[in-house]
């Protein structure tokens, strides 16, 4: 069992810039890519970013590439998002997500996570 704490949204303007953070519980952290997701009022829920284990692989959605970067810390069971140069479009409940993948390259489908954190609002005023 893996439970997750998402912290680091709030309130920024456009152009500016926002780190979440996902604190996982738990002893195999390493052993879990983890992902985030938004999911803005009347949209459905998107998949922004993914990590493998080793940080060796990642994912992003065009909309957020150069942008956003996905990171992980596995001394601290924590993983990051670091959020530049925001838009309006960026507001969203953001979530992250673990996926047990073993110490493999795997990077999960959207649909393959298990666990999920409560979210955090990020609001991106113009």
């Known amino acids: 069992q893996v439970q997750l704490v998402e912290s680091g949204g709030g309130l920024v303007q456009a152009g500016g810039s926002l780190r979440l953070s996902c604190a996982a519980s738990?002893?195999?952290?390493?052993?879990?890519?983890m992902g985030w997701f938004r999911q803005a009022p009347g949209k459905e829920r998107e998949y922004v970013a993914a990590?493998?284990?080793?940080?060796?692989?990642?994912y992003y959605v065009d909309s957020v590439k150069g942008r956003f970067t996905i990171s992980r810390d596995n001394a601290k069971n924590t993983v990051y998002l670091q959020m530049n140069s925001l838009k309006p479009e960026d507001t969203a409940v953001y979530y992250c997500?673990?996926?047990?993948?073993?110490?493999?390259?795997?990077?999960?489908?959207?649909?393959?996570?298990?666990?999920w954190g409560q979210g955090t609002q990020v609001t991106v005023s113009s």
């Open positions: 997500a673990a996926r047990f993948t073993g110490y493999s390259d795997y990077v999960p489908s959207e649909r393959d996570y298990d666990y």
């Open positions: 738990g002893r195999t952290f390493s052993s879990y890519a």
């Open positions: 990590i493998t284990w080793n940080s060796g692989h990642t």
